[in-house]
């Protein structure tokens, strides 16, 4: 069972592009969500995490202040909002829900659910 990542695109740097996150089969609803990112020849890296409720979010340092996540519990949707979108930005996107609390939350493998994710390119 997967989360299917959806409205990635091409942007030009300073853009706005809003991803979502779904879920058809609930089978994560209950959970906290996390987005990652992989570019070509680089690791998988957390970009912000929400938990259930919704009330707590978290962004890596590379996000803050230009990304939002949130999520609609009753749509069983996660979004994320990026804005000010740089080239550095470039990666494929992926969402997956939070089922080990022993690990950091940044850690992909704290993570399961991964689909094929959706690809943000930035142009300069």
């Known amino acids: 069972v997967q989360l299917q990542a959806s409205g990635g695109g091409l942007v030009q740097a300073g853009g706005s592009l809003r991803l979502s996150c779904a879920d058809s089969?609930?089978?994560?609803?209950?959970?906290?969500k996390g987005w990652f990112r992989q570019a070509p020849g680089k690791e998988r890296e957390f970009v912000a995490a929400?938990?259930?409720?919704?009330?707590?979010?978290y962004y890596a340092d590379s996000v803050k202040g230009r990304f939002t996540i949130s999520r609609d519990n009753a749509k069983n949707t996660v979004s994320l909002q990026m804005s000010g979108l740089k080239p550095e930005d470039t990666a494929n996107y992926y969402c997956?829900?939070?089922?080990?609390?022993?690990?950091?939350?940044?850690?992909?493998?704290?993570?399961?659910?991964w689909g094929q994710g959706t690809q943000v390119t930035v142009s300069s």
């Open positions: 089969g609930r089978t994560f609803s209950s959970y906290a």
């Open positions: 929400i938990n259930w409720e919704g009330d707590s979010t």
């Open positions: 997956a829900a939070r089922t080990l609390y022993q690990i950091d939350y940044r850690n992909p493998n704290a993570y399961a659910g």
